[in-house]
């Protein structure tokens, strides 16, 4: 299909979440919209393929990793709290004094997840699960952290060619037949705007504490209010996962915490070399970062046994308990899941790209293509498919009108990660949301000023370089 109807139901399935705040509901009946437009308006038949979408999501080994890790995740919170790890390495950063501020405390995550960029969802998980306790203690609302693991996460990955991000846009470029193909992505890297107005917003607002939107109501409650949540807030994990007590006679120790952390982060690059017969930047991102946390869980079982803290059988059951807790979350993926695949079979992507091409001007080839590329992504809440989508239209475009390639890459790159960094369907977005214990709307609302704020800044820079280069 290849008409203005392909656009809906993404569309309307965001604007109604986000004015009745049931996201679960709205996505449902976004995708119930796509199958009934696809099933010739037959509402009824729309319902049951609907429904088939949504099992066959599982059908996608991918799709059943990434759900399966995030579930994967809420062992792993339960595992460190119980044992005492995550009030272990509370004292030890209170104890050094390094950490003695809020302002501190969001440049500490900011700062984990600049350390971090092998893959979007490990940067989140990290950020997130080490820097919440803090967060809570300086009574730093859950939206901010949410905003910071978000914000670090995909921006900081397309910055960096070393990775899977990196080896998939060599790849697309490849296919459309450009010649140096590395040299071409690492030189587009300095265009890449969003990305890097994005990470410096982040710094920005951490080093000053300027907030405004609906993060500076945010932050206020939580300032003035010591609520780092809202009232009626419904985070994607649960509170008793969150809230786990130290067990009675467990010692508070930082490594119960850090050893798993630093487990499942050296497992990813591992992963990735495995899944890619020796090629770091082949490998598979949702195998390894299964095989991360899966690892990670073993080895804290492992090292609480051996220091009796947890039993073989209190850790399965903590294991149990802390997946589900994240039944939220893995819900909430799969109806991503399932409303990405209806508007692929819609065309959504295509139809846009179709549209825009018509109003091709040179000089503004950059900006329409980076408009285009964030509207996509937002609707979709896929950056990668994005750039499937948009990198064999730009790029040729870009040669035929004698467009600086630099610059036409990077305005796809910042566009599609505009995308992963805000859209209430992105995974990346629905990660921070699970691993900073916050409501995933109240994420979405809170961050979306500053997203668009850096698009805004990321627009003037490509419209400028548009007519200074081309």
């Not at 600049?114 to 300086?138: N, Q």
């Not at 209010?225 to 009675?248: F, H, R, W």
């Not at 846009?352 to 109003?359: G, N």
Request: overall charge positive; charged content about 10%; hydrophobic content about 50%.
């Amino acid at each position: 299909m290849n008409t203005w109807l392909s656009i809906l139901p993404p569309i309307f399935a965001i604007i109604l979440a986000l004015i009745t705040k049931q996201v679960y509901i709205s996505l449902f009946i976004g995708i119930w919209l796509g199958w009934t437009i696809l099933s010739e308006f037959n509402p009824l038949l729309g319902l049951v393929n609907s429904i088939d979408a949504i099992i066959n999501v599982f059908k996608e080994p991918a799709n059943t990793r990434v759900i399966i890790f995030s579930a994967l995740v809420g062992a792993l919170i339960a595992l460190t709290q119980r044992s005492g790890g995550v009030q272990g390495f509370i004292n030890l950063v209170s104890r050094r004094s390094f950490i003695n501020s809020r302002r501190k405390a969001q440049i500490f995550a900011w700062a984990i997840g600049m350390s971090i960029f092998v893959e979007s969802s490990i940067t989140c998980l990290v950020t997130g699960t080490v820097s919440r306790p803090i967060f809570d203690k300086f009574k730093i609302s859950r939206e901010k952290l949410a905003y910071i693991c978000d914000s670090t996460s995909a921006p900081v990955c397309i910055m960096i060619p070393l990775n899977a991000w990196g080896a998939y846009v060599i790849g697309l470029l490849t296919q459309v037949g450009v010649k140096n193909e590395i040299q071409l992505f690492i030189s587009a890297l300095p265009f890449n705007f969003y990305a890097i107005f994005a990470i410096l917003l982040v710094l920005f607002i951490g080093l000053t504490g300027f907030d405004f939107g609906p993060m500076k109501k945010a932050e206020l409650r939580a300032i003035h209010e010591g609520k780092v949540i809202a009232d009626g807030a419904m985070p994607l994990i649960a509170d008793e996962v969150i809230n786990i007590p130290l067990k009675s006679d467990a010692n508070p120790k930082a490594r119960n915490m850090i050893i798993p952390i630093l487990t499942m982060i050296l497992m990813m690059p591992i992963g990735l070399y495995i899944t890619g017969n020796g090629n770091i930047t082949n490998g598979s991102g949702s195998t390894s970062v299964l095989w991360s946390v899966m690892t990670s869980i073993f080895v804290a079982g492992f090292l609480y046994k051996i220091q009796k803290i947890l039993s073989i059988r209190e850790t399965i059951e903590l294991t149990l308990k802390g997946m589900g807790g994240l039944i939220p979350l893995a819900v909430l993926m799969t109806f991503a899941f399932a409303i990405g695949a209806v508007c692929k079979e819609l065309k959504t992507g295509e139809y846009v790209a179709h549209i825009v091409s018509k109003f091709i001007n040179p000089k503004l080839l950059p900006s329409i293509v980076f408009l285009t590329s964030c509207f996509i992504s937002f609707s979709t809440g896929t950056s990668w498919g994005t750039f499937a989508i948009m990198i064999p239209i730009s790029v040729p475009a870009g040669i035929a009108l004698g467009s600086n390639l630099s610059l036409i890459i990077a305005s796809v790159l910042s566009g599609g990660v505009f995308g992963d960094h805000c859209s209430p369907i992105s995974d990346t977005t629905i990660v921070s949301s699970m691993a900073s214990a916050c409501d995933h709307l109240d994420h979405v609302k809170t961050q979306l000023p500053y997203a668009i704020t850096a698009a805004s800044f990321a627009l003037i820079f490509f419209t400028i370089f548009g007519f200074i280069l081309n």
